[in-house]
């Protein structure tokens, strides 16, 4: 009901507004049963094909710097590997033995999981019994479900995956949009969807 260049007063129940608008309880701070009050000026109206527009060329440019920093750690640390089909960059620096994990198949691993700067944001460190996933099931990044086939038990690998292969533009719990993730990983047992599952110690 507004157009560029009014303004408003707009007062709500403090309780429906945490509650419903921002998904989250009453802080400390706002007594239950309050009223809060909002001061808008309407600066401007984008038509959505126009802001469409314009988060589609913001997506290539942040897409570019991604993949400048990305080429940058490839080299910083000796990663001269072509990507997979989608992407994902990886170097195996211990192979493993047996059979390569297949639709179906219960993949347990030991993973750290980081940022380029170096920050971790995930690890399986101490975690009883370790973590696994159904390969093919799509319960890991996509960037995982793409590589974890090419290692078998055994294997160490390092995997570089850009943000479309991890969490995306979004930002995700603490991760920034368009994080590009390092994953070092270790395989440590493959058990084929057929068979009763073990724990690894």
């Known amino acids: ?9 707009f007062k709500t129940s403090a309780d ?35 802001q469409d527009s314009l988060e589609h060329l913001r997506d290539i440019e942040m897409r570019k710097e991604e993949f400048v ?15 997979t089909e989608n992407g994902a960059y990886m170097v195996i620096s211990k192979p493993g033995t047996g059979n390569f994990p297949a639709k179906g ?6 993973y750290t999981g980081r940022l380029l700067d170096g920050t971790i944001f995930d690890q399986s460190v101490n975690k009883t019994p370790p973590f696994s996933f159904i390969s093919g099931e799509n319960m890991v990044i996509a960037g995982l ?10 294997a160490i690998a390092r ?11 979004e930002a995700y ?13 270790e395989i440590l047992d493959v058990n084929p969807g057929n068979r009763e599952l073990k724990i690894v110690n």
């Open 1 to 9: 009901m507004m157009s560029p260049g009014d303004s408003a007063i």
């Open 16 to 50: 429906s507004l945490f509650e419903k608008t921002f998904q989250t309880t009453l802080p400390g701070y706002v007594k239950p049963g309050s009223s809060i009050i909002f001061q808008v000026k309407l600066q401007r109206i984008i038509p959505k094909s126009v």
């Open 69 to 83: 920093k990305i080429e940058k750690f490839l080299q910083q640390n000796n990663m001269d590997v072509m990507p």
């Open 105 to 110: 198949d219960t993949v347990f691993i030991a």
């Open 145 to 154: 479900e793409e590589c974890i086939p090419f290692l078998n038990k055994g």
């Open 159 to 169: 995997i570089v995956l850009p943000s479309d292969l991890g969490y995306g533009a």
């Open 173 to 185: 719990g603490h991760l920034p949009g368009y994080s590009t993730l390092v994953f070092d990983i």
